[in-house]
């Protein structure tokens, strides 16, 4: 079964909308009004072709195994590998999981479709800085807005999740203690018309969300509504883009006032942006310029450097010189510096695909369960691709031939060099698809 996105919604391709299929420019306040029921269902289908992958595959118990040795002293990071090694060693990882390789911050987003992730976060809660649950959405009813998703808060583990942080960073610090950020996801689903043009409205979803931190104890939020403001418009009228950026930085300001229960720090702001399509930007691309504007008041960018191809266009998640392409267009205006791209938390698929070649188009999102399966049936031979800098595979099922992307060792490697060259961090989509021994690169 396909891995899930982002809820219990019906997958589909997670490539983005054409841009026909888009709003067109018109007055701010009418058009929104009129528009939002219409695209109520584009909206649900559109926001699905954005940051994770949906799953369906439930939880596989597995017993973590533990060496010596991390998997770059074990000589398994490389291009040439083998089904036999993968199925051999990737539940064994190094038993000295307090050992970080990756130095920057890591985000790692944990969903309740895959339940591994609770407990992975929790086994390596040394190797991540943030953990972000997905639990919330800010919802329009009626007149009035609604945020869901109470009921997926776990005290306990957040507790846990904390504490097993603060430990950590003390043991390596020698200094006192740090809160370990838990920073739940939150996406803004609610009507722009409401929460853009109403001040009381405005102020009361700004107030939802701080409310839900200080009630629970979290650190702050990750915010996500770039992909359903696109969806309704809003980013090609440039009075109402304005005001979305100020709904943003107004959020990051609330927050910032208030101090965590835990630490001396404030409540952070983390959003999550889209990675550009093509090089030169258009109205539903996150650019430099929106950057800048939002820097003062945020704590960091998520950005989506995944989901670059689909079963219309089957091929790599996140090919490596697209996510350069990426960075570089960002980081491009002038006034950006290194404090910036410090900012930005690459985006890293836990996920692959398995497309087909044959038939038409079609295919879909994969787990780690699942890509174990398909070596084990097909004992395929993994290829490395040059130009994108991942592995892929292909096998015949019934007379169709499939093509899959999983991440490797090697692939992940790249991609953390990447990332370290301009002193960025990452953000993990999601840790509980992923194979065990990933976390030794971390």
Known sequence: MPPRRRDRRRPRDPSPPPSDARATPST?????????????????????GFSGRLSWSPPHPQTLQTTAHSVYERGLVKRDVSTREILTEHTTVSDNRSQRHFRNPVLAYVTPWNSKGYDMAKLFTAKLTHISPVWYDLKSDRNMLVLEGEHNFDATWVSELQSNGSLAVSRKSQKSWELFPVVPRVVLEAFPAVVLLEKKQKAKAIDLIVSECRDKGYDGIVLESWSRWAVYGVLD?????????????????????????????HLELIY????????????????????LQLADSLDGFSLMTYDFSGPQNPGPSAPLKWVHQSLT???SAR?????????????????????????????????????????????????WDEKSLEHFFIYS??????????????????????????????????IGQGLDYFFDVL
């Open 397 to 430: 099922d019934e007379g169709v031939k499939h093509a899959v992307f999983y991440p490797t060792l090697m692939s992940l490697s790249v991609r953390l060099d990447e990332a370290r060259n301009w002193g960025a961090g990452l953000s993990i989509w999601e």
């Open 237 to 265: 009228d440039p009075e109402l883009r304005y005001m979305a950026l100020q709904f943003v930085k107004q959020l990051g300001e609330a927050l910032h006032s208030i101090s965590s229960k835990s630490s001396n720090r």
């Open 272 to 291: 999550v942006i889209p990675a550009p399509r093509m090089q030169e930007l258009n109205n539903q691309d996150f650019g430099p310029e929106d950057l």
């Open 335 to 383: 006034g950006s510096s290194r404090n910036h791209s410090r900012m930005i938390f690459l985006g890293i698929n836990f996920y692959g695909n398995d497309f087909l070649l044959s038939r038409g188009s079609g295919g879909g999102a994969i787990t780690g369960r699942d890509f174990v399966h398909l070596l084990e049936k097909y004992k395929p031979s993994l290829q």
């Open 329 to 331: 267009a960002l980081l």
């Open 28 to 48: 701010s306040g009418v058009r929104l009004t009129l528009l939002a029921p219409v695209f109520v269902l584009v909206l649900v289908l559109a926001a699905l």
